[in-house]
């Protein structure tokens, strides 16, 4: 059966809303077929014009072509086919046909300068503005490299009046901001940018590409905040639009030159058609070079043999891919030189192939795949080899400069004295150069490097109980029995971090009570005996928490250290044992709910560290302190002791330890609604974590406070990039089912401020299921109210209700009879929406009865709580008489809004504004029910409550009135 136009109009319409890409094309391709079997003229001037659009944005541009021909054909045959649109959008897409032209190599320049020659004649004879012509002529130049050409069509283009074939006003300053960058002129280009970046303008497919062309010169000038936030907010925007794969190809290429090679490769596998897709050869020319680009990247830093996504018809690796798609770039752009007799574009490929990073590391907020540890020749790395972050550079071979063997000894002891966290490498450094010279160590040489051998194995405890008592045994034979003491006190710690606890306490009193009776007998120093009594310390401290009794037992061994080691904290190296026994006593006080006491002593222990210079050991009771304080409230305290946690342990803490503090940072601001500088906290702590290797438990916690962050400072496209992206790695038995609800919520929060909602009700229903297992409903109510929103928003009615339907139980369950007549007055609508006025009445009534139940116990009259649900009663019966005045029961609808007048009457003066809204309502009734005098009675009072009053309000209605009585006094 043949479609009618009216039903073809309207597929028409269906299709342009379906996503870009072959489905839609072939779509467009069959409604063609049905509009010539139509024999209406103008039927298949649209579907020809449908076509052309389609095939324009998609991977099938090439395809336009034939439409167009065809169309242009019927307009000088038969120019009365087209109506005014079809007239317009005829000339519009000469602007398309002459870019797409310029985008296929085997189109002959000469026909592209042809058809720039036809279209100035068609653009002249319409009477358009030359405007468009000059700036197609610039796209032509600009390609070709003619530069003296590009300069006058651009200026011309400028100076040109914009007319209704002009670009939107965002995608001409795209252009026109990319000239400026392909000039050099970086700031000038995002001074173009500046109003498509912030909304001012927008189209399809705008802000879009702006925000791809953005990033490297935002890199540039080191604005590389902005920088990352363009990119997660871009490529959100493009990564499912088969059109924008140049975009796209720019958003590989900022990952590549900054520091995030596997973000790039995930964008990659995201649309593996990009590398065949033939229809639009410029794009593809984009997208192969990047991808060179990239690949080089890899192969540069060590990654040329891992696997990487590529064209579908074999594996690849990055070193073979980049082969691939630098040979495929250059002999697309040779193509496109044949053709337009310049190396312009060649030029172009191997300047961009030949790009140095911009940037070591750019954190981004979102996670992707680590890459594999390699060297530069692809050799994995050691798994203990130094911390990215280490401050110490690793000793290098004698010969080359580096210390020999007793400079190496004579540095360690420095470090040691100095209790340096470093010392411990160059004890090692040392043991690895008296290996390789076969240099004879003493008996002490020996001993201190079998200790710290020890000290540094502490992942391994088990090899360490055993170094500790050889170095034991070493300072025996060398005369020093207070260390050994001390040596065999860390060897039964060591028992104790292997989980041989009971072995441990016992195996710490025999040399605690040695090295105390050497101490007393001059035979240890303070700091061995202190040191010999610390472990013991340790050790208890390992059962913290078991029982009252265990923690008692801290803080008797942590006071006996004190004892000992206040009165002499001077003495060398016992400070720091000092320090270390006031924080445990700050655990045993914050354990008996003391946290004043807590945070005194954990302050007190960082200021010992600190006098003593000692900072890097601070770290943990900064960071205790901090918790205490926030827990009584002091967030200016907490957030001071964060800090200096911060300070002090950035350059050593290691990369999880720098994340934790990062981390600890970004809460306490999110507690003082400093969002702004939570957020980059909360980013430096996502990449810590991801280079401790702990992307998805760390690090996910870390990106949903980012998400968080980013929400609350209005910055929803980031928000959701980044929450979207977090989800996969959020758990609830890794992370608690609270913080996957908590991104839920606030991913549908993100989507809805981006005009989501079909999505944001997907996330609020999956947090809605989640929280409906927890004892209290009330987050489990407002997610469900909140998807019932998001679903009547998307106009998905019959989930819609199903949804309000469950928040109304849940919200009755918990007493809130308030929001319960909100859902039903919401479930009303949705009914009308669906042609069911029966029950669109029906909960309207119900919600009525709902308010006249909270009423019936009070006397009726003003202030309180009657006071507002005589409001309430009121607000239903108003939207009682918008819902039957919408299903055209007019006189019906005059009774609910004299009701709503009266009720906002009762509930006093607080309410006159609704009380007035509802008056002009009954006005409009009257007015269409024929009763021009009670109408404009009812406007002659209202106009008469705001004399005298100027604010906009009071005008807006005041208006309104007399806009009723101008239409009234017409009647009468």
């Not at 319409?13 to 509009?35: D, I, S, T, V, Y």
Request: aromatic share 6%; with cysteine; charged share 25%.
């Amino acid at each position: 059966m043949t479609m009618t136009f009216d039903a073809l109009r309207e597929a028409l319409r269906e299709n342009h809303a379906r996503p870009e890409g072959p489905a839609r094309n072939a779509r467009a391709e069959l409604l063609l077929a049905e509009a010539e079997r139509i024999r209406e003229p103008l039927a298949l001037v649209e579907a020809l014009g449908h076509q052309v659009q389609v095939y324009n944005y998609s991977s099938e541009k090439d395809k336009m072509l034939v439409p167009f021909a065809r169309l242009l054909r019927i307009w000088d045959e038969r120019p009365g086919d087209f109506d005014a649109h079809e007239a317009h959008s005829l000339h519009w897409i000469f602007k398309w046909v002459s870019s797409g032209m310029l985008d296929q190599p085997h189109i002959p320049l000469a026909s592209i300068e042809k058809w720039l020659g036809e279209m100035e004649h068609r653009y002249r004879i319409a009477g358009h503005s030359e405007r468009a012509v000059r700036q197609s002529e610039f796209r032509v130049a600009r390609h070709v490299g003619d530069r003296t050409r590009a300069e006058r069509a651009f200026a011309a283009w400028l100076a040109a009046d914009r007319d209704r074939m002009s670009d939107c006003h965002a995608c001409e300053l795209h252009g026109q901001g990319s000239w400026h960058r392909e000039l050099g002129d970086d700031e000038r280009a995002l001074e173009t940018w500046q109003p498509v970046l912030a909304g001012e303008h927008t189209c399809a497919h705008e802000p879009h590409a702006v925000l791809a062309s953005s990033l490297l010169p935002l890199v540039r000038l080191g604005r590389t905040g902005e920088a990352r936030a363009n990119h997660l907010r871009g490529y959100r925007m493009v990564r499912e639009m088969e059109s924008m794969r140049s975009s796209v190809a720019r958003h590989v290429e900022f990952c590549a030159l900054t520091g995030n090679e596997p973000r790039a490769l995930e964008i990659l596998a995201d649309r593996p058609s990009y590398f065949t897709d033939s229809g639009d050869p410029d794009s593809l020319l984009d997208f192969l070079a990047v991808t060179a680009l990239l690949m080089d990247r890899l192969t540069a830093i060590g990654h040329g043999e891992q696997d990487v996504p590529g064209p579908a018809d074999g594996r690849w690796t990055a070193r073979a891919l980049a082969g691939h798609a630098r040979e495929r770039a250059l002999a697309l752009a040779g193509r496109f030189d044949a053709r337009n007799g310049t190396d312009a574009v060649s030029t172009a490929v191997r300047t961009q192939l030949d790009r140095r990073p911009l940037a070591e590391r750019l954190p981004l907020g979102v996670r992707a795949a680590r890459l594999a540890p390699a060297t530069a020749s692809g050799t994995p790395v050691r798994e203990d080899a130094a911390p990215r972050d280490s401050a110490v550079p690793v000793p290098e071979t004698p010969g080359a400069g580096a210390p020999d063997l007793a400079g190496l000894l004579a540095e360690a002891r420095r470090l040691s004295a100095a209790q340096h966290p470093d010392a411990g490498r160059t004890w090692a450094a040392a043991a690895d150069e008296a290996e390789r010279s076969g240099t004879e160590l003493s008996v002490r040489d020996r001993a201190e490097i079998e200790d710290h051998r020890a000290m540094a194995g502490a992942t391994e405890p088990a090899r360490s109980v055993a170094l500790f008592a050889s170095a034991a045994a070493l300072y025996e034979e060398a005369g020093d029995l207070g260390e050994a003491a001390a040596a065999r006190a860390r060897g039964a710690y060591a028992l104790a971090l292997d989980g041989r606890y009971e072995e441990a306490l016992a195996a710490v009193e025999e040399p605690c009570a040695r090295a105390l009776a050497l101490h007393a007998a001059g035979g240890a120093t303070t700091r061995q005996a202190s040191g010999a009594l610390l472990c013991r310390v340790r050790i208890l401290a390992e059962r913290f928490g078991e029982s009252d009794e265990a923690v008692a037992e801290v803080g008797r061994a942590a006071r006996e250290v004190l004892a000992l080691a206040e009165p002499r904290r001077d003495e060398e190296r016992v400070a720091a044992r000092v320090a270390e026994a006031y924080t445990a006593l700050g655990d045993v006080a914050a354990y008996g709910e003391d946290v004043t006491g807590a945070v005194e002593l954990y302050a007190r222990s960082a200021e010992v560290y600190e006098a003593a210079g000692l900072p890097w050991f601070a770290v943990e009771p900064w960071m205790r302190l901090a918790g205490a304080a926030r827990h009584l409230g002091d967030l200016d305290t907490a957030l001071r002791a964060a800090r200096s946690a911060l300070e002090h342990g950035a350059g050593r803490a290691g990369a999880r330890g720098r994340a934790r503090l990062h981390l600890q940072v970004a809460e306490l601001l999110a507690g003082a609604g400093e969002f702004a500088e939570a957020s980059e906290h909360a980013l430096e702590g996502a990449h810590w974590a991801d280079e401790a290797g702990e992307s998805a438990g760390l690090g996910a916690y870390a990106r949903h406070q980012l998400g968080g962050h980013l929400l609350r400072l209005g910055r929803s496209a980031e928000a959701a990039a980044v929450l979207e992206a977090v989800l996969p790695d959020l758990t609830v038995e890794g992370h608690g089912d609270g913080t996957v609800v908590q991104t839920l919520w606030w991913l549908g929060d993100a989507l809805t401020a981006l005009g989501e909602p079909r999505a944001a009700a997907e996330h609020w229903l999956r947090g809605a299921e989640l929280a409906s297992a927890w004892p209290e409903q009330r987050d489990h109510a407002v997610l469900a109210n909140l998807a019932g929103e998001a679903l009547f928003r998307a106009e998905l009615h019959a989930q819609a209700e199903r949804a309000y339907e469950r928040a109304g139980e849940l919200w009755r369950s918990l007493g809130d009879v308030r929001a319960v007549v909100r859902t039903l007055r919401v479930r009303a609508w949705i009914a009308l929406r669906e042609e069911r006025a029966a029950d669109a009445v029906a909960f309207m009534a119900s919600a009525a009865r709902e308010c006249e139940v909270m009423l019936a116990p009070s006397d009726g009259g003003a202030g309180g709580a009657a006071a507002e649900w005589l409001a309430e009663l009121a607000d239903t019966h108003r939207q009682s008489a918008e819902l039957v005045a919408e299903s055209g029961d007019r006189e019906t609808a005059l009774g609910y809004a004299e009701r709503a007048v009266a009720g906002y009457g009762a509930a006093g003066a607080d309410f006159l504004d609704p009380r007035t809204g509802a008056e002009l309502m009954a006005a409009w009734l009257e007015a269409e029910l024929g009763r021009g005098a009670a109408a404009a009675a009812r406007a002659r009072r209202v106009r008469e409550v705001y004399s005298g009053r100027t604010d906009e309000g009071a005008r807006e209605r005041v208006a309104e009135a007399e806009s009723i009585l101008e239409h009234a006094e017409g009647q009468e």
